[in-house]
């Protein structure tokens, strides 16, 4: 894809989101990174904070920024738990957070996304214990966080409702600590309503990843290829006046382009965008 096929509207677009982009793709489409001035959210796999070296990516958060492109960065989550009852599984997590953490400490992101891992399906029965094992987990890394003036915010996967990232977020009470609203896995895995995750999480929201689908998997369809309810979303963010990082979570460029577009003609997007300059 060149350019000359984003027309200006998708460009606004573009310049007020940031695209998840896994370690792994980003020689591959780093021309068009460039050439499209793209903020990337840049997501590390336990093979990727193994295989790189910080040389690597500093280079390439470097090329990004000159461009005037923003960061932010996505650790791993695959059998990671920093909840979890055993303590052997607490020690990987904790070990692979310390590794993205070192990559933080070089190229600076803005936000640090981690997904706080708790499954009602497996968790429900020893959820004080998850909790206070997660804390302990988080800790260091907040203070981390807090050293680097980055934030460290927690995603939604499987959880229910808000209540557990609120019980973390409200007991260790650290600016540099916030929740990211992931509108795929809530739709999909969430039997509680997108309105009540807003109303409850709204204060400590800091990320939005924006992706679609129909509630029966977590697809990651294009923007407005689903059934989410984005005007609620963005009439939601305009009426508290906040303004949290949006991040895309296109699966291939086309639906990168197709989810562009899709923003680009939503008008509740149109007015958050508004928005953003009036608080600008």
Same mark, same amino acid.
């Given at each position: 894809m060149k350019s000359? +096929?984003?027309?200006?509207?998708?460009?606004?677009? =573009?310049?007020?989101?940031?695209?998840?982009? %896994?370690?792994?793709?980003?020689g591959r489409f780093m021309d068009l990174v460039v050439e499209n001035r793209m903020n990337i959210e840049l997501g590390f796999a336990a093979a990727d904070l193994e295989s790189c070296s910080p040389g690597e990516v500093c280079a390439a958060v470097a090329r990004i920024r000159e461009r005037g492109g923003r960061i932010?960065?996505?650790? !791993?989550?695959?059998?990671?738990?920093p909840g979890s009852v055993?303590?052997?599984?607490? +020690?990987?997590?904790?070990?692979r957070l310390d590794?993205? #953490?070192?990559?933080?400490?070089?190229?600076? !992101?803005?936000?640090?996304? #981690?997904?706080?891992? #708790?499954d009602p399906r497996h968790h429900r029965g020893h959820r004080p214990e998850w909790i206070e094992n997660c804390l302990a987990t988080l800790g260091p890394f907040v203070r981390r966080a807090e050293m680097l003036n980055c934030t460290l915010v927690l995603e939604n996967v499987?959880?229910?409702?808000?209540?557990?990232?609120?019980? /973390? /977020?409200?007991?260790?009470?650290? %600016?540099?600590?916030?929740?990211?609203?992931d509108l795929g896995h809530q739709h999909a895995f969430s039997q509680t309503a997108l309105d009540k995750w807003l109303l409850a999480a709204w204060p400590y929201l800091k990320e939005v990843h924006l992706h679609d689908n129909d509630r029966s998997f977590d697809a990651h369809l294009p923007v407005g290829a689903g059934t989410i309810d984005f005007d609620l979303l963005f009439g939601f963010l305009i009426e508290k006046r906040i303004f949290p990082l949006l991040t895309v979570e296109p699966h291939t460029v086309e639906? =990168?382009?197709?989810t562009l577009a899709g923003l680009a003609r939503m008008a509740a997007f149109n007015d958050f965008l508004e928005a953003c300059r009036q608080n600008a």
């Amino acid at each position: 894809m060149k350019s000359r +096929e984003i027309d200006p509207a998708m460009r606004a677009v =573009l310049r007020q989101v940031l695209v998840n982009m %896994p370690w792994s793709y980003v020689g591959r489409f780093m021309d068009l990174v460039v050439e499209n001035r793209m903020n990337i959210e840049l997501g590390f796999a336990a093979a990727d904070l193994e295989s790189c070296s910080p040389g690597e990516v500093c280079a390439a958060v470097a090329r990004i920024r000159e461009r005037g492109g923003r960061i932010s960065f996505h650790g !791993p989550f695959w059998d990671l738990n920093p909840g979890s009852v055993d303590p052997a599984i607490r +020690e990987v997590t904790r070990s692979r957070l310390d590794s993205l #953490f070192q990559l933080a400490e070089r190229a600076l !992101p803005e936000q640090v996304v #981690f997904h706080a891992g #708790f499954d009602p399906r497996h968790h429900r029965g020893h959820r004080p214990e998850w909790i206070e094992n997660c804390l302990a987990t988080l800790g260091p890394f907040v203070r981390r966080a807090e050293m680097l003036n980055c934030t460290l915010v927690l995603e939604n996967v499987f959880e229910d409702g808000p209540e557990l990232h609120l019980e /973390l /977020l409200e007991r260790i009470k650290s %600016p540099r600590l916030g929740f990211c609203l992931d509108l795929g896995h809530q739709h999909a895995f969430s039997q509680t309503a997108l309105d009540k995750w807003l109303l409850a999480a709204w204060p400590y929201l800091k990320e939005v990843h924006l992706h679609d689908n129909d509630r029966s998997f977590d697809a990651h369809l294009p923007v407005g290829a689903g059934t989410i309810d984005f005007d609620l979303l963005f009439g939601f963010l305009i009426e508290k006046r906040i303004f949290p990082l949006l991040t895309v979570e296109p699966h291939t460029v086309e639906h =990168l382009f197709e989810t562009l577009a899709g923003l680009a003609r939503m008008a509740a997007f149109n007015d958050f965008l508004e928005a953003c300059r009036q608080n600008a």
